[in-house]
């Protein structure tokens, strides 16, 4: 038995027709659009991540991606939300900041997995094989010479402070770890209390006042970034000392560089945020048009800023 079946209309054809040039049209323009570049960072509550994920975002723009900034206020249950919805989403690349050097490792895992390339920037993760590259700046050696300017500055002796970063993340123990290898060679130098205020202004401030309470006679404070150096320099100033205990901090946040100048903050230890993310962001380019040979890790060098040579770095700007 034979099935019958309808004449086919011109009309009905025509209509089939551009019913594909629709789905093909649609998929073209799909194809066509920008590609993303997703800038993970641990924190926006901090003026140099800020400027650090700005030029990381500006850079993936003038290179044609579209690019979007995550923030994962230093929460590392947060920063894996961003990772489902970014993978989820189709970013071709993520120039991430990590919240936690050992707890964002999955994070990292889990982009890979899905065939997304992530550049670290700033912050490590313990894992070699899991990012596609990490940019980070040489903390160890930028804290080793910033220790031996701090025994020159107390004239080998005296009764220190030292306010760590976040203690998950491996630039804590990187500039601790620098500056230590210098200042624990002179004996009369002793550190009176050594606590975490997270990379946080307000937490230095309120650490420092505590640690004072019962240590009123401090000679120095050894912060691990800028924003802890101007919380130290608050608390201070609020207990009438800001003249007689000298500041040393990381990163060469303007803040800190305005007061270096002003004979506030004694020294910092200067890291291009810029160099780095845009750094990162070449990188994630490149491997989108191809690339594959990466090195695990790309350092990037760091100098001490004093009173003596401040006026240098202000020129250059």
């Known amino acids: 038995m034979s099935i019958p079946t309808k004449p086919f209309k011109p009309q009905n054809l025509i209509l089939l027709l551009l019913a594909i040039f629709t789905v093909f049209s649609c998929n073209s323009k799909k ?9 993970v960072i641990s924190t926006l509550n901090n003026s140099w991540f800020v400027a650090f994920a700005e030029s990381a975002a500006e850079r993936a723009r003038e290179l044609g991606y ?104 491996n630039n804590t123990w990187n500039r601790s770890k620098g500056f230590h290898s210098v200042v624990d060679l002179f ?43 101007m919380g130290a320099y608050q608390a201070l100033v609020a207990a009438g000392k800001e003249k007689e205990v000298m500041i040393f ?13 002003d004979n506030k903050i004694t020294a910092t230890v200067m890291q291009s945020s810029k160099k780095m993310a845009r750094t990162a962001a070449e990188l994630a380019d490149e491997y989108i048009n191809g690339k594959r040979d990466f090195s695990a890790k790309t350092p990037l060098a760091v100098e001490v800023v004093t009173q003596e040579n401040i006026n240098k770095f202000i020129a250059n700007n």
């Open 31 to 39: 194809e066509d659009g920008p590609k993303k570049i997703a800038v």
């Open 249 to 261: 901090g990381f990163d060469g946040e303007n803040d800190v560089m305005n007061a270096i100048a």
């Open 66 to 169: 579209e690019a979007t900034i995550f923030d994962s206020q230093n929460n590392t249950s947060k920063e894996a939300e961003h990772f489902e919805n970014l993978i989820a989403a189709g970013y071709s690349a993520v120039l991430f900041n990590p919240t936690d050097s050992e707890g964002s490792v999955s994070n990292v895992k889990r982009a890979k997995k899905a065939g997304v390339p992530v550049f670290c920037m700033d912050r490590e993760v313990n894992s070699l094989d899991a990012a596609t590259s990490q940019i980070i700046s040489d903390s160890f050696s930028g804290c080793v010479e910033l220790g031996e300017y701090f025994v020159r500055k107390l004239n080998k002796k005296g009764k220190y402070v030292e306010l760590l970063g976040l203690v998950g993340d």
């Open 187 to 229: 004996p009369e130098l002793e550190m009176v209390a050594q606590q975490s205020a997270d990379f946080d202004r307000s937490i230095a401030m309120d650490k420092l006042e505590s640690i004072m309470q019962s240590n009123p006679d401090i000679n120095a404070v050894f912060c691990g970034n800028d924003s802890m150096a």
